[in-house]
């Protein structure tokens, strides 16, 4: 188990299993202070997306399992209750998906779903908090006129629509926010500007942030600190100049996966899009207290957990 540190905002050691897929994580330990954004990479498989989820316990939502600790501001998540989780989900931690347009329910208008990410943990009433909200969206590089509240996710653009997602996610001002991959889906002048924007949360409102990504050129620029995940493994974690010196050089083992190019002048790394496996997560529902709808990658249906 980890030590406590009273200086950290989080504190992690955890192991995950899946029912066919044992050790999926492999005592991955985690330490993020506050106000600090801390970069993870890894190859495809590696289990970066199943670190973002179990840190939230949503794991279990997939029939998964996780042991260890997960120690958030002084509290011990894994003794947390289904509702206190529900109560942390969104208003202290909030977790931002990949895909902008199937993290949205494409059922409901923009100001619905604010809506309901804004009632979930607030008992303020909807007519009171707009404003504030509206200000939000302008900050966040939007329009926050009813034009763009009245719109649906498909009328929206992948930039726009993961602004939004964005949004919502902090609204209740969380202490961290994990972001899974969430410029992957973008051109390079959206990616530049949500970059533009985590680096405005984290200053203005001194959000943590684990930012998880391919994109090496991103993670060099935001992150201080960077782990490395191999096979479920934390291989290596230290400043980020150093480990993304390494891993493009190849002296990790799992620096052979990343393909080097040019993007708007900047030099970055992929290995392709992350594999969702067709499914995303309802995180907006009454089980899970978090602030999206999600629903499957054709936007069919909105799950609730």
């Known amino acids: ?153 498909r009328q929206l653009s992948v930039g726009q629509a993961q602004r939004v997602a964005i949004a919502m996610s902090i609204l209740h001002r969380p202490r961290l926010l994990i972001a899974d991959e969430v410029t992957s889906a973008l051109d390079p002048a959206s990616r530049g500007g949500i970059l533009d924007l985590f680096e405005r949360l984290n200053a203005e409102l001194g959000i943590s942030v684990l930012y998880i990504s391919h994109d090496l050129a991103s993670v060099a620029r935001l992150c201080r600190t960077v782990g490395v995940l191999e096979s479920g493994r934390l291989a290596v974690s230290g400043p980020a100049r150093t480990v993304l010196q390494e891993f493009q050089q190849g ?22 899009p992350w594999d969702s496996g067709g499914k995303n997560f309802a995180v907006a529902g009454p089980r899970s207290g978090l602030v999206l709808v999600a629903g499957d990658d054709q936007g069919r249906h909105a799950d609730s957990f």
């Open 1 to 153: 188990m980890v030590a406590l540190n009273p200086e950290l905002l989080l504190e992690a050691e955890i192991s995950a299993d899946y029912p066919k897929h044992p050790r999926v994580l492999d005592a991955v330990r985690l330490a993020i202070r506050p106000g600090e954004i801390v970069g993870l990479i890894g190859e495809s498989g590696s289990g970066k997306s199943t670190l973002a989820l179990a840190l939230m316990r949503l794991i279990e939502f997939r029939g998964g399992t996780v042991r260890g600790s997960i120690r958030f501001a002084g509290r011990e998540l894994m003794d947390c209750s289904g509702d206190d989780m529900r109560r942390i989900r969104g208003r202290e931690i909030s977790l931002v998906f990949q895909s902008p347009i199937s993290a949205l329910n494409p059922a409901l208008r923009i100001e619905t779903q604010l809506r309901e990410a804004w009632l979930a943990h607030s008992r303020e009433r909807w007519k009171t908090a707009r404003p504030e909200v509206e200000t939000l969206l302008e900050r966040m590089g939007l329009p926050g006129q009813a034009g763009l509240l009245r719109r649906y996710p």
């Open 251 to 272: 002296s990790l083992e799992t620096g052979r996966i990343f393909q080097v190019g040019k993007v708007c002048g900047r030099q970055t790394a992929h290995d392709g």
